[in-house]
C-alpha cells in the first residue's frame, strides 16, 4: 500500500470562498492540484491535501453547505475562547472554517488596524494547529503562507503537542516578503507563545513573518528569481542578512494559473473563443473589448491592457508616465484596477486628457479582466518587484504580449523577444523603450502573430509547481520514510 502525506494549507484567502489578491488565486487552486497528482506523477505517494480558512463575514458559501465539526476552547491571558469549526467541500477538497471570536470581531480580511489583524491571525493560526487534535486526522505538514498563518510554523516548533502534532514538520510560502505582519508583543504571551531565543534582528523578534521563517523546515518563495532576490538589501525587507545565513532552507517555486478557468479555447466571459490554430478567430475579442469600452473599433490601432492593483509595487505611475510620452498618438489603452487612491486619481485624469484612447475602469471586474487578456494587444506589467505575478501569465495564455520590468517572476516567466517583452531598469524611460520596441515589432503582423503562438503554448499549468512541493514534502518527512 502507498503511503499518503497530510498536509494541512492554512491561507487568509482563497479561491472561490475568498479572493483579495493573488495568494486567494494560489490557495485556491495549489491545493487542488496537489490532490491531483497521480502516483507515478509524485514518485509512489498519495497527498491528502486539506485547506483551512478563517470564516471572515465576507467568506461566500451559499452554494456549499457548512457542517460542524468540532467545537473546542483555547486559552487567552488564561480565559476560555471558543473556536468553532466547519467543514465544507470545493470539489473533491475537504476545507475547514474556523469561526471565533477574534475573526467576527476584526469583520474584513485585511483590516486596516494592524492589531485588530495580529489578533485575528494569530487566533487563526493556533487554532488551526489546534484542530488537528479534534478531527480524526493528524497532519504530516503544515503549509503555512504569509504572515498570516506563520505563526502555525512557529507553536509548532515550540509547543510540546503531547504526541498529537509530533513529528508533524512545517512549510511556509512567501508570497509577499515585505508585509511582515505587526509586531505581536504581548498577543503571543496571551496565547501562551513566549518569544523564543532567536537569531532573528531584534526588531523583527516579534513579528508573524519573520518567526515563520525562524521556524518553518521549508520556506518557498513563489519564483526562483524572487528567493534570490529576497537575499539582497532591495528586496530583502530588512532580513536579507538573516535570509542569507540560513539559504540552504530557501527555495523558489513558481506558482501556476488555472488554465482551466483561463482558456481562451473554453472561457464563456470572452466574445469568441479561440486556440493557437484559430488566433485569426481573437481579433473578434478585440472589436468586442473596443466596442464595450466606447472605443473607436480599428483593427491596426495597438491596444494596451493593464489588470492590476493601483499600486507602486506594480508600477501603475509608470504606465501612466510612459502612456502619456509615447511618441506616436497611434494607440489605444485600458486600465483596469482599484487600490491607491492617488493612483486611482491620477489614472482618471489621464483619461480624461485622452478621452478616445485611454479607459480606466477603477473596480475589481473579472469578467471585464478576461476580455482584456483576450482583446488587448500588449499588456503592460512594470512592476517594481514582483515574487511571482500571475496575470502575466493569464495575459500570455491568451496571447495578450506582456511588457514586464526584469524581476521576481516576471524575469522567470517572460521570455524577452519570445513571448513577450522584459525589460532592464527602473525608470520610465526604460518601460518605454521597451513599449516602443513592442510597438515596432507589432507592425509586422506574420511576427507578432508567431510571438502571441509561443505565449500561448507555454505551460503555465499547477502540475510542475505541485510535483516540486511534493518533493519538498518528502524531503521534510525523509526520516520518516517518505
Ligand atoms: C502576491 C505577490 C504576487 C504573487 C502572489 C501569489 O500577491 O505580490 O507577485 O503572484 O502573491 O503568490
Known sequence: MSKTIRVLFLAAEAAPFVKIGGLG??????????????????????????????????VRTESATLRPVASFNIKRAGKDLNVQIFETRSGELAVYFIAGEPITTSGSVYSANPALDGEKYTFFSLAALEMAKHLDWRPDIIHANDWHTALAAYALQLKHWDGDLRGTKS????????????????????????????DLPEWARAMPLPLGLW??????????????????????????????????????????????????????????????????????????????????????VPLFGVVSRMDTQKGIDLVLDALAKLKTDHWQAVILGTGDPTLENRAKRLAEKFPNQLKVEIRYDGRLARKIYAGADIFLMPSRYEPCGLSQMIAMRYGC??????????????????????????????????????????????????????????????KKSAQEYTKLYRSLLLHEGF
Do not use: C
Not at 171 to 198: E, F, K, M
Not at 403 to 414: F, H
Open 401 to 462: 504580449l506582456p511588457v514586464v520590468s526584469a524581476t521576481g517572476g516576471l524575469k522567470d516567466t517572460v521570455r524577452h523577444g519570445e513571448t513577450g517583452f522584459v525589460f532592464e531598469g527602473k525608470k520610465a524611460k526604460d518601460f518605454l523603450k521597451a513599449i516602443h520596441d513592442a510597438l515596432e515589432i507589432y507592425e509586422n503582423k506574420a511576427y507578432w502573430q508567431s510571438l502571441q503562438r509561443n505565449a500561448m503554448a507555454e505551460d503555465f499549468s499547477w
Open 171 to 198: 512549510l511556509l510560502t512567501v508570497h509577499n516578503l515585505p508585509y511582515l505582519g505587526p509586531d505581536l508583543t504581548g498577543r503571543l504571551s496571551a496565547y501562551g507563545l513566549p518569544l523564543a531565543q532567536n
Open 215 to 300: 521556524s518553518a523546515g521549508k520556506v518557498v518563495a513563489v519564483s526562483p528569481a524572487y528567493a534570490d532576490e529576497m537575499l539582497t538589501k532591495e528586496f530583502g525587507a530588512g532580513l536579507e542578512h538573516y535570509l542569507a545565513e540560513h539559504k540552504s532552507s530557501l527555495t523558489g517555486i513558481i506558482n501556476g494559473i488555472d488554465t482551466d478557468y483561463f482558456n481562451p479555447a473554453t472561457d464563456e466571459g470572452i466574445s469568441t473563443n479561440y486556440t493557437l490554430e484559430t488566433i485569426k478567430e481573437r481579433a473578434w475579442n478585440k472589436t468586442a473589448l473596443q466596442t464595450t469600452l466606447g472605443l473607436e473599433v480599428d483593427a491596426s
Open 25 to 58: 488565486d494560489v490557495a485556491g487552486s495549489l491545493p487542488t492540484a496537489l490532490r491531483a497528482l497521480s502516483e507515478t506523477e509524485t514518485g509512489g505517494v498519495k497527498l491528502d491535501v486539506r485547506l483551512v480558512l478563517p470564516l471572515h463575514m465576507v
